[in-house]
């Protein structure tokens, strides 16, 4: 099946089985191996892309599922030369042990900001008639689908605080 998909702001057509994931797209035809596969059956978090902003497991959707749809992976939320204020505080609090799962954590932690921002609520939310405070609670649940098996969760946690300091 033929498909466009906007990958990291670059229009990529691609010709793919129409069983073929998002992930397999992404690492298999197109080359981008930032996105992990860790699980592949939604449970880790470690293939979490950005769909036109919204955070998902990339290895749960069929890339043709995502004609024309703008897809943001790891390579395209920072740059070498300009990370991304997510990257920056991973670096800042050492929140990555093997490293693993840290492009799906960096993915989840912009989406979940952007979430929070548009007053989303999640299973912690306290109050749903006012602005979502992100407390520590709420962070960890907003990430919950994210497993870091090195345990660096203290670290990750501390780096989107961070950044949603900035943000908030």
Known sequence: MKTTITVNGKARALDLDPRTSLLDALREHLHLTGSKKGCDHGQCGACTVLAN??????????????????????????????????????????????????????????????????NWPSQATDDLTGAIALTDAEIRERMSGNICRCSAYPQILAAIRDVAGDVA
């Open 53 to 118: 902003g919204v955070r998902i497991n990339s290895c749960l959707s069929l890339a043709v599922m995502h004609d024309g749809d703008e897809i943001t992976t790891i390579e395209g939320i920072g740059t070498e030369d300009a990370l991304h204020p997510m990257q920056v505080a991973f670096l800042d609090q050492d929140a990555f042990q093997c490293g693993y799962c840290t492009p799906g954590q960096i993915c989840s932690a912009v989406g979940m900001l952007k979430e929070a921002a548009d």
